[in-house]
């Protein structure tokens, strides 16, 4: 009698304890479920606020490209260096004084722009985005501003600016699709 009611009560503890498994199993996996409900809603508000900021941006950079005061610059360049033709590398003519000036108009504000969608990055995409920041402020600002001072100073031709304007975007496109794909 008393075998068979410790192993009752064996049995008994084993199934309460299978019962117990259970619950903290289904416990663990809706915790689980409940993080990975937050982390997907994470990156969905990152990635709209992302595209918000793209948005802007897109529309700022239309604004200068759209500038009648600026139609004589943009006559020699396209207003984003993935647009710049062949032609407009083949271009042999130096820049005018008149050229010069739109210039120093333009190029603050397209280093203003770079440098926000830079800091887009940082701010919606964690340690990537810190990289591709960091890769704007250490590389694509810089050669930029080389390439345009190049120009200004009458160093190289419009064709020239425009090869290498091409080349540097390019590059930060390469160099952005290496940090994503490293993550």
């Given at each position: 009698m008393m075998d068979s009611a410790q192993k009752g009560w064996d049995l008994g503890s084993?199934?309460?304890n299978s019962f117990r498994q259970n619950k903290e199993s289904q416990q663990r996996a809706?915790?689980?479920q409940q993080q990975q409900q937050q982390q997907n809603q994470t990156q969905q508000a990152n990635a709209d606020g992302f595209k918000r900021s793209q948005d802007e941006l897109k529309?700022?950079?239309e604004?200068?490209?759209?500038?009648?005061?600026y139609k004589d610059y943009f006559s020699k360049t396209a207003?984003?260096?993935s647009d710049i033709t062949f032609d407009q590398q083949l271009?042999?003519?130096k820049i005018t004084s008149a050229q010069k000036v739109l210039l120093k108009e333009i190029?603050?504000?397209q280093v203003a722009?770079?440098?926000?969608?830079?800091?887009?990055?940082?701010?919606?995409y964690g340690a990537t985005g810190v990289k591709v920041s960091d890769l704007v402020e250490g590389k694509l600002i810089p050669e930029s501003e080389k390439n345009a001072l190049a120009l200004y100073s009458g160093k190289i031709t419009w064709g020239e600016y425009n090869t290498k304007r091409k080349e540097i975007f390019a590059s930060y496109i390469n160099d952005v699709r290496a940090i994503s794909a490293s993550k």
């Open positions: 084993q199934i309460g809706d915790q689980l529309a700022r950079i604004e200068i490209c759209g500038t009648v005061t207003c984003k260096a271009d042999s003519s190029q603050p504000k722009i770079s440098r926000d969608g830079g800091q887009a990055f940082r701010v919606y």
